[in-house]
């Protein structure tokens, strides 16, 4: 079974970037489409960005040229460089296999905030 575990969040003020990571524990990260989600309270969680097996990346608009997907097979783990972060990227960011998600993680908060 594979596990999820997040981090990297914490606050930053606008303009300022950040990096995510999600550890994936168990057998099929090297075969799975990875992608980051992200939920705000009272809205449905959605996807930010998604990245195949071979490193093919996708986009939500509103992250494009801000954001950058990218994942290491060796080791298992995915990442989400963010850059000039701003207000409306505050949330709970999550990685999950995509278009299927498997067990949620715990998430990693981002609050962008002056």
């Known amino acids: 079974q594979v596990q999820l575990v997040e981090s990297g969040g914490g606050l930053v003020h606008p303009g300022g970037s950040l990096r995510l990571s999600c550890a994936a524990s168990?057998?099929?990260?090297?075969?799975?489409?990875m992608g980051w989600y992200r939920q705000t309270p009272g809205k449905q969680r959605e996807l930010v960005a998604s990245?195949?097996?071979?490193?093919?990346?996708n986009y939500a608009d509103s992250v494009k040229g801000r954001f950058t997907i990218s994942r290491d097979n060796a080791k298992n783990t995915l990442y989400l460089q963010m850059k000039n972060l701003n207000p409306e990227n505050t949330a709970v960011y999550y990685c999950n296999s995509q278009p299927t998600p498997l067990a949620w993680g715990q998430g990693t908060r981002v609050t962008v905030s002056a």
């Open positions: 168990g057998t099929g990260f090297y075969f799975a489409t």
């Open positions: 990245i195949t097996n071979c490193g093919s990346a």
